[in-house]
């Protein structure tokens, strides 16, 4: 507008103006790459929470998914060590071969899978692992699967890909969980890739073994589908073993599992992630994460060393973590089975709950009415001023998600608000 004002002001001919506004617009174009990707929901609403707390306002953040524990001390000391041993120059693009061992070992070790270290890759964080995998695998056309409800980034890393999901939805009637039924008829001769998470981001639901043999089976008579399996939520996992779709051998080599030290070990801010996978595709990722960050952090992956060697069944530390997220579940769910129209599941795993709420629908207050559930996160932000996350972020317009990954003293206070300012909507 402001181009086109100036040229104006020239006397300058109406269609010359036209025709110059849209060069200067041209000139600034974005790629359509980056005007097809969405904005993360979770981000966007820890920003507007933030916003809030900056204007003076007591917000409640039960949008972000990240524990709210201290990393522990020896994993912090284990990087001053690094430090203090100059660990300051440029890592291998894949990982120092230690930490590589390391992972190896814990796969092992908790898991009883057998991998070799040249079959790990670590990143700047799980997510980058999963960006390189999907880069890596996916070729324009080709078809991702995405059970829903299904973690935001997902659909957008396949959009960069140039691949398309095919999205398969599950309820909270079937614990948030699809069928084998539903896999199969979800299958084309252009599928590709299958992602997923357990324990899940954003409803806590866990597979079990069962159910991921039923997956396994259906996958065997598909030999040209990859299955990323995310589980960077494998320790908080209130069901005791954690379950790996990779323990099937008859698909084991078209596994990709994407893991890290973020959740387990309170080290979000260190960002760093790894994948498991086949040789081929390990190699894959390594040369595209050569071309656009190289290795992860010395200090952090120093500093991962001494995590991913912790038995967790001998960690105190992660131990209590793991108690107290599960004890802060069940004070959560009965409070928020305490307001009208929440229905929800009980989570196994991570630290969410993703209730349905469609009976909210149509209410309002005032001039403001709900039509859907990112209208009612808005209205619950503005009004109660606690942050949540619409469930059309993940693939569910029906639900909402909350974290309860902070204290019990915010969450009970996150309920009441919650619930009071719903009691508003008529």
């Known amino acids: 507008m402001l181009v086109s004002r100036n040229l104006i002001s020239l006397n300058l001919s109406s269609s010359n103006v036209n025709r110059i506004t849209s060069i200067a617009k041209d000139m600034n174009k974005l790629s359509d790459r980056i005007s097809r990707l969405a904005e993360s929901e979770t981000l966007a609403m820890t920003r507007r929470s933030r916003e809030l707390k900056e204007q003076g306002f007591d917000v409640i953040n039960l949008s972000i998914g990240q524990p709210d524990f201290n990393t522990p001390d020896y994993i912090k000391d284990a ?65 991702v699967i995405v059970p829903a409800p299904y973690w935001v980034s997902y659909r957008e890393i396949v959009k960069l890909a140039e ?22 008829q979800a299958i084309t001769p252009k599928s590709k890739i299958f992602i997923f998470s357990s324990p899940c981001n954003p409803t806590g639901s866990v597979y079990s073994r069962e159910e991921l043999a039923s997956l396994a089976a259906v996958f065997e008579k598909h030999p040209e589908i990859y299955i990323i399996s995310d589980e960077i939520y494998e320790l908080i996992n209130f069901k005791g073993k954690h ?6 051998a008859s698909i084991r080599n078209r596994v990709i599992i994407i893991n890290g030290v973020s959740k387990g070990f309170a080290m979000t801010g260190w960002r760093l992630g790894y994948c498991v996978a086949d040789l081929e595709i390990a190699k894959a990722c390594d040369k595209i994460q050569g071309q ?8 952090s992956q120093r500093a991962a060393i001494a995590a991913v060697l912790t038995n967790p069944a001998e960690s105190e530390e992660l131990q209590n973590m793991i108690a107290t997220f599960k004890r802060r579940r069940d004070l959560f769910l009965k409070l928020i ?16 709950f993703f209730p349905e709420v469609t009976w909210y629908f149509g209410k309002k207050n005032g001039e403001t009415v709900i039509a859907n559930s990112t209208d009612l996160c808005n209205y619950l932000l503005d009004k109660a001023h606690v942050a949540l996350v619409p469930g059309e972020a993940f693939g569910n317009p029906n639900c909402i998600r909350l974290s309860y990954a902070t204290s019990d003293k915010e969450l009970i206070e996150a309920a009441k608000r919650i619930k009071e300012t719903l009691a508003l909507l008529k």
């Open 163 to 184: 691949g398309t999901s095919v999205v398969i939805s599950a309820g909270v009637e079937t614990d948030f969980k699809v069928t084998p039924a539903q896999l199969e």
């Open 292 to 299: 656009f960050t190289s290795g992860a952090s010395s200090i």
């Open 337 to 352: 089975n305490e307001i009208p129209g929440f229905k929800t599941n009980v989570p196994d795993g991570a630290f969410y």
């Open 243 to 248: 379950e790996s779709i990779a323990q099937f």
């Open 79 to 143: 990087a001053r060590e690094a430090l203090d041993q100059n660990y300051t120059f440029y890592p291998p693009v894949n990982g120092y071969l230690d930490l590589r061992k390391a992972i190896a070992l814990k796969l092992k070790r908790d898991n009883g899978l057998e991998y070799s270290p040249e079959q790990i890759v670590v990143s700047t964080g799980a997510k980058q692992a999963l960006a390189n995998t999907m880069l890596s695998l996916v070729n324009p056309g080709d078809e």
